[in-house]
T-cell receptor, first 113, second 115 residues
Framework: GDSVTQMEGPVTLSEEAFLTINCTYT??????LFWYVQYPGEGLQLLLK?????DKGSNKGFEATYRKETTSFHLEKGSVQVSDSAVYFC????????????FGKGTKLTVNP | DAGVIQSPRHEVTEMGQEVTLRCKPI?????LFWYRQTMMRGLELLIY????????DSGMPEDRFSAKMPNASFSTLKIQPSEPRDSAVYFC?????????????FGNGTRLTVT
């Protein structure tokens, strides 16, 4: 079945450091890919998405590029802030939308001042 | 603009008791999802509804779990009888499925502890 594998956390960075969170996937067909973020005590929120190969999703300084050849969707940000501290989830859907989203286990990011 | 509303935020109960979790989706959304989050398994989809009809309940762990959506603005997830291994955070999410990519909107979750 479909699956998503994320780098294990936790990840701890200093403010203004470069962030990469790796995500690879296994799916039949051509899934849509998503990054969701969960702040403490809250539900998940969509951060960015990409629906086809070579698409780049971006939001709030975060970026991820849909790489079909490496089945990857790594999340990057050039300069993290303390307010970026959260848990980040990579997810896929092989049905085009939100139906049956498959999530990775999440990567906890802590950014220190 | 109210988001997805879940109640209660926290529930502590004893093994064997019935537990009912409640969800009010965003008005106008046509799909509703129940997820369970644990450290061991991460986020698991339990069941989802489209236009109030259960579409896929393959993630419901056992017959002890049941979910209903009597109308477009309300859903419940019931566990009867509850067991300690049911302890988790349960999230409800809603979406407007239009055939294009449509994001899930999550509630803040219900943290369930079964002792």
């Amino acid at each position: 079945g479909d699956s998503v594998t994320q780098m294990e956390g936790p990840v701890t960075l200093s403010e203004e450091a470069f962030l990469t969170i790796n995500c690879t996937y296994t799916a039949t067909g051509y899934p849509s890919l998503f990054w969701y973020v969960q702040y403490p005590g809250e539900g998940l929120q969509l951060l960015l998405k990409a629906t086809k190969a070579d698409d780049k999703g971006s939001n709030k300084g975060f970026e991820a590029t849909y790489r079909k050849e490496t089945t990857s969707f790594h999340l990057e940000k050039g300069s993290v802030q303390v307010s970026d501290s959260a848990v980040y989830f990579c997810a896929l859907s092989d049905q085009g939308g939100s139906e049956k989203l498959v999530f990775g286990k999440g990567t906890k990011l802590t950014v220190n001042p | 603009d109210a988001g997805v509303i879940q109640s209660p935020r926290h529930e502590v109960t004893e093994m064997g008791q019935e537990v009912t979790l409640r969800c009010k989706p965003i008005s106008g959304h046509n799909s509703l999802f129940w997820y369970r989050q644990t450290m061991m398994r991460g986020l698991e989809l339990l069941i989802y509804f489209n236009n109030n009809v259960p579409i896929d309940d393959s993630g419901m762990p056992e017959d002890r779990f049941s979910a209903k959506m009597p109308n477009a603005s309300f859903s419940t997830l019931k566990i009867q009888p509850s067991e300690p291994r049911d302890s988790a955070v349960y999230f409800c999410a809603s979406s407007l499925i239009t055939g294009e990519n449509s994001p899930l909107h999550f509630g803040n979750g219900t943290r369930l502890t079964v002792t």
